[in-house]
């Protein structure tokens, strides 16, 4: 069974830092990952999503690398700003079909950016 | 921007009583997933449909919940009858899958925020 940790659980920095989450998972027989954001009391947002062939994926100040064969991945969020702070969830499509997007998500990690 | 819609956004309610939680997913995705989100269990998938067929339920109680697709606008979860431990956040949300594929992002609802008493 697939299972997904995050660290750190919550993590708080000052604005302009340069921070970076963790992901691990335990089967590497994944199709694809997805790091996504919630806000306090919304959904979540996807942010980036890799495929497993994929080392890596960027959007703006956001880089998300995988690494599949130790079941890792991370999120490296460049000059933080306050906005930024929200729940942070990483999620892996297991390899079941070719058909269903059932993601195992992370717990998640609260982060707070101060300014 | 297109979105999920999930009514009603909060449901109070006394344990026993009938739920009814309601979802429109994004036009023209085909596949919908009901979530359930909680501090202790975090974010569990509870059922997910494609093509308005039901392909995945093994995360749902099936002694009191439900879910179906009347049609391709509507997801609805329901819950008879309710208990305190149904308490938790509800999402919805839709995707575009295709076969080989899937690799279409999720786009979540805001969720339902259901409290049994």
């Known amino acids: 069974k697939q299972e997904v940790t995050q660290i750190p659980a919550a993590l708080s920095v000052p604005e302009g830092e340069n921070l970076v989450l963790n992901c691990s998972f335990t089967?590497?027989?994944?199709?694809?990952l997805q790091w996504f954001r919630q806000d306090p009391g919304k959904g979540l947002t996807s942010l980036l999503l890799?495929?497993?062939?994929?080392r890596e994926q960027t959007s703006g100040r956001l880089n998300a690398s995988l690494d599949k064969s130790s079941g890792r991945s991370t999120l490296y969020i460049a000059a933080s700003q306050p906005g930024d702070s929200a729940t942070y969830l990483c999620?892996?499509?297991?390899?079941?079909?070719?058909?269903?997007?059932?993601?195992?998500f992370g717990p998640g990690t609260r982060l707070s950016v101060l300014p | 921007d297109a979105r999920v819609t999930q009514t009603p956004r909060h449901k109070v309610t006394e344990m026993g009583q009938e739920v009814t939680m309601r979802c429109q997913p994004i036009?023209?995705?085909?596949?919908v997933f009901w979530y359930r989100q909680t501090m202790m269990q975090g974010l569990e998938l509870l059922a997910y449909?494609?093509?308005?067929?039901?392909?995945?339920d093994s995360g749902m109680p099936k002694d009191r919940f439900s879910a179906e697709m009347p049609d391709a606008t509507l997801a609805t979860l329901k819950i008879q009858p309710s208990e305190p431990r149904d308490s938790a956040v509800y999402f919805c949300?839709?995707?575009?899958?295709?076969?080989?594929?899937?690799?279409?992002?999720?786009?979540f609802g805001d969720g339902t925020r259901l409290s049994i008493l």
């Open positions: 890799i495929q497993s062939s994929q």
């Open positions: 449909f494609r093509n308005r067929a039901p392909l995945d």
């Open positions: 036009l023209g995705h085909n596949t």
């Open positions: 999620a892996v499509r297991p390899m079941l079909d070719n058909y269903g997007q059932n993601f195992v």
């Open positions: 949300a839709s995707g575009l899958s295709s076969r080989g594929g899937g690799n279409q992002p999720q786009h």
């Open positions: 089967d590497s027989a994944i199709y694809n």
